[in-house]
């Protein structure tokens, strides 16, 4: 079975992970792939600006996942990202982010949902190419990290998704893990094809 390493072992990400047959592993270097969960947002002095928007730093926490993503990579094991995630893949990857961005956050406590599209070969065999995705974020992508590509979108034209061009790398803006198992809903996807999809692939 493969193990999979969370940055933060929490519990909707470790349920999701079991609904699709796979475990966590307890120390990175054990681990066949890397899951980089959802959280507060990044130091912008990691990408080179000054903070104009980013709350809830942990830079501890960034150090320790930007080093993860760099040693996964630097062994092509497969990273997935998950909001946050996505966010720390394309800054360790030398790309910038916008420190706020309005009508993604969440609403009264609950995650908005928002249609997107894709021209991602993955998604549209899950998801077709277009579908509904939740959403729960104030940032999202500025600048593209080295060999990052942007392969979904919502209508605004903000980043949903991206893929690496060479290695097993992808990363999704939205919270699959909060629309898989007991979070299913029926307006949205279901999130844990596309876990299930991604970690068996690799």
């Given at each position: 079975m493969k193990t999979i390493y969370l940055s933060q072992p929490l519990p909707n990400y470790l349920a999701a992970l079991a609904l699709i047959g796979l475990s966590a592993a307890d120390t990175p270097e054990t681990a066949d792939a890397l899951l980089l969960t959802g959280g507060g947002d990044i130091h912008?002095?990691?990408?080179g600006k000054k903070t104009a928007g980013a709350t809830d730093i942990d830079e501890a926490r960034d150090l320790r996942e930007l080093a993860l993503t760099r040693a996964f990579a630097a062994r092509s094991?497969?990273?997935?990202g998950i909001c946050r995630g996505l966010q720390v893949i394309n800054v360790a990857l030398g790309g910038t982010l916008r420190q706020h961005i309005?009508?993604?956050?969440?609403?009264?406590g609950a995650d908005r949902l928002h249609e997107t599209r894709t021209d991602d070969a993955l998604l549209r065999s899950l998801y077709?190419?277009?579908?509904?995705?939740?959403s729960a974020h104030h940032q999202s992508v500025d600048r593209l990290g080295a060999?990052?590509?942007a392969v979904q979108w919502a209508d605004d034209g903000t980043v949903e998704a991206l893929r690496h061009a060479t290695l097993p790398i992808f990363a999704v803006q939205w919270h699959p893990e909060r629309l898989c198992g007991a979070f299913k809903r029926d307006d949205a996807v279901d999130g844990g094809l596309l876990l299930k999809a991604f970690f068996s692939a690799c």
């Open positions: 912008p002095r990691f990408y094991a497969p990273i997935f309005d009508g993604h956050g969440q609403v009264d077709g190419t277009h579908f509904t995705v939740n060999d990052l590509h």
